[in-house]
């Protein structure tokens, strides 16, 4: 078959709960949505949660798409370029009527959602040679149970995947071996104030990008990437000693990448600040003690906002006891035991967080209610985030209005997420979207700095 030759996708329901208008993402192809994703689709949409809003927009797009078309129509195929809006899509839409298949002795059990759409693929694999059938779902035993039931071709949804490997994600920072200088030929340097600015050549770079940080193997030299041109890098020197004297708080860096974490949360001009690393690395110590300090100290915002996901996916909190904070206190037990770690000196503890959570005016706020708002002059920390999609955090993101520093934390090494992976998870996304953004900064915490035990553990379990 021609490499030009149209292909078929299938799409299973969570595509469409993960991005409601992803069927208008496969170009010239055809797709093709299974009856029995319609009936979960309107099982989905009447629930008193954030997923139920996807299953919705899901719905009436696909009536857009098919709503005066006859019902031969609509099994043979609908044109997509009918539907209006930006799009690259001039395939096929369909809805196969999977609830005419018959069991079979050799056929998965025909009980099952997941069984009637691996079914639908291997019918129109059947019938539609030499066309190649792919399904697309986010459930990977799913897509093991139909490569087992002879699917030729599954897929994952790759349409927001930016990267192929991890190990590909930016880190906010180069480290040089050696001298740095020692690399670098001619230098022009300029002084703006108490700031020392130098200008060196770009292919010094294989890959550049704004408020990187620069660091070699001495214990002198520390940078930050100002901004570049095609022949040149203007670059901020700052100085290891500089950066590690930070304060925050009460609290000062123990390494070079908590230090230089902590030299863009406190940077003004930063309206995005993205945390990555292990557990124990000080992700929300440092946003937390940060924030406190441009809030309660500096006067630079009003309060602070802190949310996460929950384990049900940022979904229903309504049977927890209490109001809305009380609520969402035990997913944001992290922040409550940072605070506590930042005033265990103090000679009534629980009097100052009292007094400090009034000061500074921290807010517990869950996923759900985010939807709609317009957050002004605030610091808004989102832990765990490395658990959200790329539409939860595109959501929370264009919240912020003016005024507004978001500082997203998470490891990727700890997705609880049943459909999202490393290279999947909205914290990926953000982090190569926003990494040629000159008000963002990423920084990976390298190191665990909790304790002997668990920089132990996170290496070796």
Known sequence: MPASEPKYYVLDTNILLHEPLAFLNFQEHNVVIPMVVLEELDHIKDRQKDVSRDARVAIRSLEEALHDATPEQISAGVPLTRIAGEHQANGHLSIFPDFQLRQTESALSLNENDHRIIQTALQLQATKSPHKVVLVTKDINMRLKAKGAGVNFVEDYRTDQLIDDIRLLSKGFHQFEGNFWDTVGE???????????????????????????????????????????????????????????????????????????????????????????????????????????????????????????????????????????????????????????????????????????????????????????????????????????????????????????????????????????????????????????????????????????????EENL
Not at 206 to 231: G, H, Q
Not at 414 to 419: G, K, M, P, V
């Open 187 to 457: 230098v022009k340097t300029e002084q703006d104030g108490r700031d020392i600015y130098h200008f060196i050549a770009r292919d010094l770079f294989p890959a550049l990008y704004p408020n990187e940080y620069l660091i070699d193997d001495t214990d002198n030299f520390a940078a930050r990437v100002d901004s570049f041109t095609n022949s040149h890098v203007k670059i901020l020197d700052l100085g290891r000693e500089r950066l590690m004297s930070q304060r925050a708080w009460g609290i000062t860096p123990k390494n070079i990448y908590q230090a230089m974490g902590m030299h863009s949360l406190l940077d003004p001009t930063q309206d995005l600040v993205i945390l990555t690393g292990p557990a124990g690395c000080g992700k929300t110590l440092l946003a937390l003690a940060t924030a406190l300090e441009q809030v309660v100290e500096k006067g630079m915002y009003e309060k602070i906002i802190v949310t996460r996901n929950t384990p049900e996916i940022a979904e229903s909190i309504g049977y927890l006891p209490g109001t809305e904070e009380e609520k969402m206190a035990p997913w944001l037990a992290a922040i409550t035991d940072s605070l506590e770690v930042l005033h265990k000196h103090d000679e009534n503890m629980e009097s100052s967080l009292n007094f400090i959570m009034n000061k500074a005016n921290i807010q517990f706020k869950s996923l759900n209610f985010m939807r709609g708002r317009s957050i002004q002059n605030a610091v808004v920390i989102l832990d765990e985030a490395q658990n959200l999609t790329a539409g939860q955090l595109k959501t929370i993101i264009t919240r912020c209005g003016a005024g507004t520093k978001i500082i997203c934390s998470g490891n990727l090494a700890q997705i609880d997420s049943y459909y999202l992976t490393a290279v999947t998870s909205g914290l990926t996304y953000i982090v190569e979207r926003f990494k040629n953004y000159y008000g963002s900064s990423t920084m990976n915490l390298n190191g665990v700095v909790r304790s002997s035990l668990a920089q132990y553990a």
